[in-house]
């Protein structure tokens, strides 16, 4: 009896602990400015005040800059993270497959590189991509924040789909190639629709990280013309004099595509977790 | 025509392109190259060139700059009181990040493992962390600490454990634990999915045969499930030890670089050095640094990860 009870008492004190936080940030977001800064601390708003997300979504007379830049900022991060997990799961499921199926050689080197690439610093990569983005007039570009983060999560992408298509028997494929399919038939036609759970996973896992992604977009863009959501907040709280509902709010925002994926399709997302980091 | 029977091999039909397509190392590298001149372009290819950097004088608001200077850099840097104080930092931070995540995680991980109410909700909002944004979770870390309207200081005021607010992140000898405390909010929740994920590949028989042993839950955990866990244990503290190497993000949001230097770990210093006051050629150099502890680090992870893949 004891015993579930302080099984119970640590249930509650995990979830207090992951939960507590971020429900501190929405409440922040929908609070007024008076009751966040009262003393002692009007903990839940007598009204919900939602301004913020009106002026950020619908824009209108009384949307500041700060709304605007918040707008603009969600529209370079869907673009970022988006092409560069679309362009990383086409590449990657064409490489995934070659070092599952194919005898090459170099493949350990191949393999071992995209490994090794997943634990270098970005500081390491960072300063000569300035230097190239700059002298090709790409800096402050969606294009060079997109191919930062392909760098990134394309050596991910192909360590976890190479796990996937390693668990499709190849005899699936052997019975193709027999009513004649080539080897890249038999890739389209039975391996890629096979791993459909596999595609899911790994482009999910990716499009978060690509989304979280901070210090590449933080060195290359400049402007809002390719500012994601991540640079826009960061800069935000460090203003002085900041209004804290209008930075909670865009935190939560900011928060919002990768959690609910997160939390949706958890199945996925711990697939590509375990794979990435603990492979075998 | 031919005489004798048997199934017609298609392929054999059809010359050419599909011919080539089906011989493995002509396919391979057809499929490899999107991948390798991606990679390659947008990530070996800076390594290579910072590390070309690193052995010149280059900077980047002196034109003239950039003339070989051999290994100036690196003796500059290791000789560096400021980078030698970063490093320290960045150590210290790996020193009580890890463990204390690993820890934390397998406790939660037991946790959760266990039956109780509730339990698919628990483990279903134990990723919230790990789905954040990092420089989100830095803005709600500094929000909460806030020395005026912080949530910190008001719980522990109404509480009564403290009688006037705090500047929590304004002093050196607390601004650095409370961005610790921030990395292990975010952290741990992945060393509880990589645990809890190898919890359950156990096989129970191995449990009820030491239970008809006789064995009690400690001595089942040091028998059983330990044993089990310990590839993992080992593949998550050097992961996590190589992403303590890499920590920026929190330390740019929550306290860039200060108050007086605490918090300037040796990515945050690296980056001062190059896009601050612009000496690409000494920055590189100390990125070199933080890469070579990060490949000494790696040089475990592959053996530890894959050694079959590997050594093929």
């Known amino acids: 009896?004891?015993?579930?009870?302080?099984?119970?008492?640590?249930?509650?004190?995990?979830?207090?602990?992951?939960?507590?936080?971020?429900?501190?940030?929405?409440?922040?977001?929908?609070?007024?400015?008076?009751?966040?800064?009262?003393?002692?601390?009007?903990?839940?708003?007598?009204?919900?005040?939602?301004?913020?997300?009106?002026?950020?979504?619908?824009?209108?007379?009384?949307?500041?800059?700060?709304?605007?830049?918040?707008?603009?900022?969600?529209?370079?991060?869907?673009?970022?993270?988006?092409?560069?997990?679309?362009?990383?799961?086409?590449?990657?499921?064409?490489?995934?497959?070659?070092?599952?199926?194919?005898r090459f050689r170099l493949k350990g080197a191949f393999l071992a590189t995209m490994l090794a690439t997943q634990l270098l610093p970005t500081v390491v990569i960072i300063i000569p991509m300035y230097i190239v983005f700059r002298s090709i007039g790409l800096l402050d570009t969606v294009?060079?924040?997109?191919?930062?983060?392909?760098?990134?999560?394309?050596?991910?992408?192909?360590?976890?789909?190479?796990?996937?298509?390693?668990?499709?028997?190849?005899?699936?494929?052997?019975?193709?190639r027999v009513d004649g399919c080539t080897r890249a038939g038999a890739l389209f036609r039975v391996v890629i629709p096979l791993s459909s759970s596999g595609l899911a996973a790994s482009g999910l896992f990716a499009f978060i990280i690509a989304w979280n992604e901070f210090f590449t977009a933080f060195i290359l863009s400049s402007t809002l013309r390719s500012k994601t959501l991540s640079v826009i907040v960061a800069e935000f709280s460090s203003k002085v004099g900041v209004d804290y509902v209008a930075m909670a709010t865009a935190g939560v925002l900011t928060s919002l595509p990768p959690v609910l994926l997160a939390l949706f399709f958890q199945r996925y997302i711990i697939q590509g977790l375990t794979a990435g980091a603990v492979k075998g | 025509m031919r005489t004798t029977g048997g199934p017609r091999t298609p392929r054999l039909s059809i010359p050419g392109w599909s011919t080539w397509l089906d011989r493995p190392g002509f396919l391979a590298t057809l499929l490899l190259v999107p991948t390798v001149v991606l990679v390659f372009g947008v990530l070996l290819y800076p390594i290579l060139d910072t590390l070309r950097l690193s052995l010149t004088d280059r900077v980047l608001s002196i034109p003239a700059s950039g003339a070989f200077v051999g290994l100036a850099n690196y003796l500059r840097a290791l000789q560096d009181?400021?980078?030698?104080?970063?490093?320290?930092?960045?150590?210290?931070?790996?020193?009580?990040?890890?463990?204390?995540?690993?820890?934390?995680?397998?406790?939660?991980?037991?946790?959760?493992?266990?039956?109780?109410?509730?339990?698919?909700?628990?483990?279903?909002?134990?990723?919230?962390?790990?789905?954040?944004?990092?420089?989100?979770?830095?803005?709600?870390?500094?929000?909460?600490?806030?020395?005026?309207?912080?949530?910190?200081?008001?719980?522990?005021?109404?509480?009564?454990?403290?009688?006037?607010?705090?500047?929590?992140?304004?002093?050196?000898?607390?601004?650095?634990?409370?961005?610790?405390?921030?990395?292990?909010?975010?952290?741990?929740?992945?060393?509880?999915?990589?645990?809890?994920?190898?919890?359950?590949?156990?096989?129970?028989?191995?449990?009820?045969?030491?239970?008809?042993?006789?064995?009690?839950?400690?001595?089942?955990?040091?028998?059983?499930?330990?044993?089990?866990l310990r590839p993992v244990i080992a593949v998550t503290m050097v992961v996590k030890t190589v992403w303590a190497l890499k920590e920026f993000d929190l330390i740019y949001v929550m306290t860039g670089g200060g108050p007086a230097n605490a918090t300037n770990v040796a990515t945050f210093y690296t980056y001062l050095t190059t896009f601050k006051f612009l000496k690409f050629g000494y920055g590189a150099a100390m990125a070199f640094i933080i890469v070579l502890l990060s490949l000494v680090i790696a040089f475990f992870y592959v053996r530890l990860i894959a050694p079959r893949e590997v050594a093929e």
């Open chain 2, 81 to 228: 009181p400021e980078f030698r104080a970063a490093l320290g930092r960045t150590f210290y931070f790996a020193l009580v990040t890890v463990p204390v995540e690993t820890t934390l995680g397998l406790l939660i991980a037991l946790l959760l493992d266990q039956r109780f109410v509730g339990r698919g909700f628990v483990r279903g909002i134990i990723i919230l962390p790990w789905a954040m944004p990092y420089i989100v979770n830095g803005v709600m870390w500094k929000w909460i600490l806030n020395a005026n309207y912080g949530a910190l200081n008001a719980l522990l005021q109404q509480v009564g454990l403290i009688d006037h607010y705090r500047i929590w992140l304004g002093y050196p000898s607390t601004a650095f634990n409370f961005v610790i405390l921030a990395n292990i909010w975010k952290e741990t929740p992945v060393a509880v999915i990589l645990l809890l994920a190898a919890l359950q590949t156990i096989p129970r028989e191995l449990y009820e045969a030491a239970r008809v042993d006789g064995a009690n839950a400690w001595r089942r955990f040091r028998a059983v499930t330990f044993p089990n």
């Open chain 1, 1 to 102: 009896m004891l015993g579930r009870a302080l099984l119970y008492l640590a249930v509650i004190a995990v979830v207090v602990w992951v939960l507590a936080p971020f429900a501190w940030l929405v409440i922040s977001s929908v609070s007024t400015r008076a009751a966040l800064t009262s003393k002692p601390l009007q903990w839940l708003p007598a009204h919900l005040d939602v301004s913020n997300y009106i002026d950020i979504f619908v824009g209108g007379g009384s949307s500041t800059s700060v709304h605007r830049s918040v707008r603009a900022g969600a529209l370079n991060s869907v673009i970022v993270a988006g092409l560069a997990t679309l362009t990383s799961l086409l590449a990657g499921s064409l490489s995934a497959y070659a070092v599952s199926r194919l």
């Open chain 1, 143 to 176: 294009f060079a924040l997109m191919l930062a983060d392909i760098a990134i999560i394309l050596p991910l992408i192909t360590w976890i789909l190479k796990g996937y298509f390693d668990g499709i028997p190849s005899s699936l494929e052997d019975a193709a």
